[in-house]
């Protein structure tokens, strides 16, 4: 078998999401128990229609199913007449019928004293165990004989032979007791199909709304998961197979919630309640026959592990499909301008064909098996047919013909719930494939999380200490550091600079701060508490951050600026744009702050969204502020008004600034220079000017650019 422990596992840890909705679990159940019934109980009417109304005959031993009915019906008080046969073996060469009715494939003869003229073909040996076997035989009468035999149901056979044997066959089923029956089939059919439909309904909706709720809650962990996930997981992962993941893979097990209860519940169900029918009627027969049934599933089951694989496979690639979607809609621009548009089609052909190549062998495994079973089942259908009739025939099992049929009614319904938990089977582990790369993501550690003794801070008194940091992007133990052994303090108040050449560290050490990422070694501590010990969110909410990439959600210029401090009055919303010397161009806005910006605010020019995103920074008013090259998309002249606002901002804050721009920082109360991941200098601007290193060579660079431009801006003096 190809299910092991820990796809069993998976399923398993599916299923729980359905435990919240036990209630409506219990439901599903009964309505397929219902369905189930309904379904056996038409399969169990055949033969009312076959030995009540097709044939019926004289009496002697009953059939069971028609045992059955005269039973039930004596408990619901209703008087049946119900037809029976006899069986017994007589070597004769004569019969003699007396008051009974035959029904001749020609011919119903109804019999006083009646001698049968000829038997064709000649018997010697007549079985009577079927009435229809008589009937077989071809007993012919004189017509004068016919004549006289009208009007007397009810009599007396005699068959003469080797001694005599009389058998009474007491009242048989007239014609008006056999329009009973056909109706009674009728309306109990009728019933069964209303009884069929509405339990149908209940049980697909509330099967289907149950799936749903599974995926939506799963779905809903695995966002809270990514949610909990540090910076540095989205920095290896691929977005789009997140995406994916999301959505396709979580599509999957939704197909699994749907199929399990359905086809591991209510087909099963089906099933055993039909089994029980079959082998209740012709119990030898169903034995027989039950265990090649269930042997028929093992080929199925066999091809169900290349369909995990290739499920998964599938999935896989579609991942890199939409990874591939996604890099379009953010990249389009450079697409466009670097003319790739044909490159980027043909890579998207490519993978798509990946795709598919990994579908069709998945979808190969799984028709495979089904095709199969297709084949195996209605050769043993025609075999249980052919098997079925030879015992019947040879008398090795003694079966009434309303029972056979009941049996062979069983065997061909069986056969669609059986199909469907083969199929089931496959999908199973197609889904499986997606359970477990949905689980990956949720069982996904944070590499940063709070540790069981942090504690919540609320503000910040002194400042925070850095001591002997390092720090690597690589996990795996290679020490390529980006920061090595970076130790100060920064107190209240105070405007600490950071400045140095492109990559030299200066991003990664203010990412450090709200623990974007973990540092290597050495501390980081906020009023003398290592911030491994402070909670993520009081740590955060100390901290407000404008990013080197400015980000804004594709929502109004209202929702993004309250972003992080819901509460915001308008009044607030307002003040903090006008700090940043956004209100203008926003109150210019179609619907002022109503205004949808597009993703990643698209719809504002560079300046602005930065603007925006300091606005958003003033708004969440922390002790903690960073500025990652927070003014470097503004002219000359707005950064300084900017600037300026930001000053008055400052003040009782602790605000870290990074810029390359050296006016902007002229005004730091320490400035930090980084070189390779080290503090190389640090100092005021007139220390470090006077010291005559690395800034002042930065410095002096800046100043004679500025001065050859001929530009106004003259670099801080
Ligand atoms: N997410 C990341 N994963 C791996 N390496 C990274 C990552 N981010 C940055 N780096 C590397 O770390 C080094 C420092 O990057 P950082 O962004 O801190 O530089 P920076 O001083 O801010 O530069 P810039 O002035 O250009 O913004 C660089 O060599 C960069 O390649
Ligand atoms: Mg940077």
């Given at each position: 078998m190809s299910l092991r422990q820990k796809d069993l596992a998976t399923a398993w840890r599916i299923l729980s999401y359905g435990f919240p909705y036990w209630r409506r679990i219990l439901a599903v159940l009964l309505l397929f128990s219902i369905y189930g019934a309904a379904q056996s109980l038409r399969v169990a009417l055949i033969p009312i229609l076959v030995d009540g109304v097709l044939i019926p005959g004289g009496t002697g031993e009953k059939s069971r199913a028609l045992g059955l009915y005269e039973q039930v019906a004596s408990w619901l008080g209703v008087s049946t007449v119900v037809p029976r046969t006899y069986r017994q073996e007589f070597p004769?060469?004569?019969?003699?019928?007396?008051?009974?009715?035959?029904?001749?494939?020609?011919?119903?003869?109804?019999?006083?004293?009646?001698?049968i003229e000829r038997i064709v073909p000649p018997a010697h040996q007549l079985w009577v165990g079927m009435f229809q076997e008589l009937r077989f035989a071809r007993i012919r009468f004189s017509p004068e004989v016919a004549a006289r035999a009208e009007g007397r149901p009810g009599g007396r056979i005699v068959i003469r032979g080797g001694g005599t044997a009389t058998c009474s066959l007491g009242e048989s089923a007239d014609d008006s007791k056999r329009?009973?029956?056909?109706?009674?089939?009728?309306?109990?059919?009728?019933?069964?199909?209303?009884?069929?439909?509405?339990?149908?309904?209940?049980?697909?909706?509330?099967?289907?709304?149950l799936a749903f709720f599974i995926t939506v809650d799963l779905r809903r962990d695995v966002f809270a998961s990514l949610t909990r996930q540090s910076v540095g997981f989205f920095d290896r992962q691929r977005s789009g197979d997140l995406i994916s993941?999301?959505?396709?893979?979580?599509?999957?097990?939704?197909?699994?919630?749907?199929?399990?209860?359905?086809?591991?519940l209510e087909e099963p169900i089906a099933i055993i309640l039909i089994v029980a029918v079959a082998l209740y009627f012709a119990p030898t027969l169903t034995l027989i026959a039950l265990p090649i049934m269930f042997l028929l599933v093992l080929p199925v089951v066999r091809s169900g592990k290349r369909v995990k694989k290739h499920g998964r496979g599938s999935l896989e690639k579609l991942g890199i499909v939409t990874e591939a979607i996604h890099q379009l809609f953010s990249g389009i621009r450079i697409v466009k301008a670097f003319d790739m548009e044909g490159h980027e089609r043909e890579a998207f052909d490519r993978k798509n064909r990946h795709y598919i190549r990994e579908s069709l062998k998945m979808v190969k495994a799984k028709v495979t098996g089904v095709a199969l079973l297709e084949f195996l089942y209605n050769l043993v259908i025609a075999l249980a047919v052919a098997g079925g009739g030879y015992l019947v025939l040879s008398r090795l099992v003694a079966i009434q013909l309303g029972d056979f049929a009941a049996f062979m009614a069983a065997m061909a319904t069986v056969y669609r719930p059986l199909k469907a938990v083969t199929r089931a089977l496959n999908t199973l582990q197609e889904s499986l494939g997606g359970g477990d790369r949905v689980f990956q993501i949720l069982d996904a550690r944070p590499e940063i999380a709070d540790a069981p003794?942090?504690?919540?801070?609320?503000?910040?008194?002194?400042?925070?200490?850095?001591?002997?940091?390092?720090?690597?992007?690589?996990?795996?133990?290679?020490?390529?550091?980006?920061?090595?052994?970076?130790?100060?303090?920064?107190?209240?108040?105070?405007?600490?600079?950071?400045?140095?050449?492109?990559?030299?560290?200066?991003?990664?050490?203010?990412?450090?701060?709200?623990?974007?990422?973990?540092?290597r070694r050495g501390v980081i501590s906020i009023d003398g508490i290592d911030v491994r010990r402070i909670t993520q969110r009081s740590l955060l909410r100390q901290i407000a951050i404008v990013g080197q990439e400015p980000f804004l959600f594709n929502t109004s210029v209202r929702e993004n600026l309250r972003y992080g401090r819901e509460d915001a009055t308008p009044e607030a919303i307002e003040d903090a744009a006008r700090l940043a010397f956004i209100h203008d161009v926003v109150a210019a806005l179609p619907e002022g702050y109503d205004t949808e910006i597009g993703e990643r605010g698209v719809m504002l020019s560079g300046g602005e969204r930065q603007r925006l995103t300091i606005a958003r920074a003033i708004l969440k008013d922390a002790p903690i502020l960073i500025l990652d090259e927070a003014t470097s998309a503004l002219d000359a002249n707005s950064e300084r008004l900017v600037q300026g606002a930001l000053e008055n901002l400052m003040r009782n804050r602790l605000t870290f600034v990074i810029a390359h721009r050296l006016s902007t920082i002229s005004r730091a109360t320490r400035i930090m220079v980084l070189e390779s991941g080290r503090i190389v200098e640090q100092g005021t601007h007139e220390v470090l000017l006077a010291a005559n290193g690395v800034y002042a060579t930065l410095h002096r660079m800046q100043s004679q650019q500025l001065a050859g431009q001929g530009e106004g801006q003259r670099a801080p003096a």
């Open positions: 004769f060469d004569e019969i003699e019928l007396s008051g009974t009715r035959i029904d001749g494939p020609d011919h119903a003869l109804i019999l006083t004293d009646g001698r329009r009973e029956y056909l109706i009674a089939f009728a309306i109990i059919g009728a019933i069964l199909s209303v009884v069929l439909g509405i339990t149908d309904y209940f049980k697909e909706y509330l099967n289907r709304s993941r999301l959505t396709n893979d979580v599509g999957a097990v939704q197909l699994f919630t749907t199929m399990f209860f359905s086809s591991f003794d942090a504690i919540d801070i609320y503000g910040v008194r002194d400042g925070i200490v850095f001591d002997g940091l390092h720090f690597s992007y690589r996990s795996d133990g290679d020490e390529r550091w980006v920061l090595q052994d970076v130790s100060f303090e920064a107190r209240m108040g105070e405007t600490i600079a950071i400045v140095g050449p492109s990559g030299a560290g200066k991003t990664t050490l203010v990412d450090l701060i709200p623990r974007f990422y973990e540092c």
